[in-house]
């Protein structure tokens, strides 16, 4: 028997059968034909920098969300990021994460690059 989620305003979000579901186009996000390459990115057009500790004993991390890049791209980001700051990180599931608390050289960094930029989370 599958498990199925749906948005208060009707829509499929989520089935055991197929996964996470695309809240536009209503196909599996594997599938998703709206966010094709070349297809503009979804979200308010703000990247947002957060720090997290959660999970991390204690440790600083400070994440970029929302970059309107391809995941290839993003690993270049993070490279450059990582580079500048001179620390360590990571990129996963299309966020870049970045050892330490450099929220505000990420946001100047970024700003540079043209991009709006909000800072997100405590």
Do not use: F
């Amino acid at each position: 028997m599958a498990m199925v989620k749906e948005r208060a305003g009707g829509g499929l979000v989520y089935s055991s059968a197929t996964g996470r579901m695309c809240g536009l186009c209503g196909r599996p996000v594997a599938g998703c034909v709206c966010r094709l390459p070349g297809a503009p990115p979804a979200g308010d057009g703000y990247v947002r920098v957060r720090r997290e500790t959660k999970g991390r004993g204690g440790k600083a991390v400070t994440v970029v969300i929302g970059a309107p890049l391809a995941a290839a791209e993003i690993a270049v980001l993070g490279k450059d990021l990582r580079k500048l700051l001179g620390t360590g990180g990571s990129v996963k599931d299309g966020n870049i994460e970045i050892q330490g608390d450099h929220r505000d050289k990420v946001v100047a960094a970024l700003q540079a690059r043209g991009w709006k930029v909000k800072l997100a989370g405590g």
